[in-house]
């Protein structure tokens, strides 16, 4: 991907940036998003200030995180490590809400960059079970691995719930609230975050009683959502000064 392309396909942070960017922040849309974002909200703000290039890449709104998204995502942050002259290795965080948090956890297992962490919010899980969650579902993800026939191979090689097995060995962050009623806690965050502390993955799981899908959101969640990616931040900052 050319350098002029990139503000093209993505919203950054990089006007924010205080100092050197210690990690790239992706940022994935939910279902259905078509925003072309032009600033940062004060989540952001507070990352790009400890060295976190956010990034909001505009892809496709039905994306499912399929083939050629995570392609697409490959190729700009190949671009973004071009532009600032990042070392090779650069720590990228991968984040998302909804669609978004299922594309943050699908992504950090297929990428072929260094995810280091995974923020997922209130996200889809099992995606065998999503299909028929709410009527929908289907044409989006008929739409995304482009068949009308049986997808359940490609829904299977996208489940988080089902690739549990080789997820990597990162930190995660999974926030869900008991009151979703568009992606059920029950069925998706529940059995998968059980499904990774069951095979020694270190996740942290935020169970909130009164959050629906996506709010409202207390402060301390809002807080512990920041945090733990600013902890990652100075993680990856501690890890290039003493490297293993």
């Known amino acids: 991907m050319e350098d002029k392309l990139i503000d093209l396909v993505a919203w950054t942070s990089q006007d924010f940036l205080r100092g050197p960017i210690r990690a790239i922040i992706l940022r994935f849309s939910g279902l259905g998003s078509t925003d072309m974002k032009a600033g940062g909200d004060p989540m952001e703000l ?3 200030d400890l060295g976190g290039l956010v990034v909001q890449p505009f892809h496709e709104p039905w994306a ?6 995570q392609r697409f995502v490959d190729e700009l942050v190949d671009a973004l490590i071009l532009r600032h002259q990042l070392p090779p290795g650069t720590p990228v965080i991968a984040t998302g809400g909804s669609m ?52 359940e ?5 996208h489940s988080p719930l089902h690739l549990a097995a080789d997820m990597p060995k990162i930190p995660y962050l999974i926030v ?14 529940d059995k998968f975050v059980a499904t990774m502390h069951a095979m020694g993955r270190q996740v942290e799981y935020l169970e909130l009683a009164k959050l629906g899908h996506g709010g409202p959101m207390d402060y301390r969640t809002y807080r512990r959502i920041v945090d733990f990616v600013l902890e ?13």
């Open 153 to 157: 191979p490609a829904l299977l090689r």
């Open 46 to 48: 507070e990352w790009s």
């Open 64 to 69: 499912w995180m399929n083939p050629p998204t």
């Open 100 to 151: 978004g948090g299922h594309g943050a956890l699908v992504y950090s297992r297929y990428s072929r960059h260094r995810v280091t962490a995974c923020l997922a919010l209130w996200p889809v899980c099992d995606t065998v079970f999503h299909y028929n969650e709410r009527v929908d579902l289907p044409r989006t993800m008929h739409h995304a691995f482009g068949s009308y026939g049986d997808i």
């Open 232 to 244: 990652m931040l100075t993680a990856a900052t501690e890890n290039r000064a003493h490297p293993s």
């Open 176 to 189: 869900h609230g008991e009151q979703d009623k568009a992606v059920s806690k029950a069925a998706h965050s």
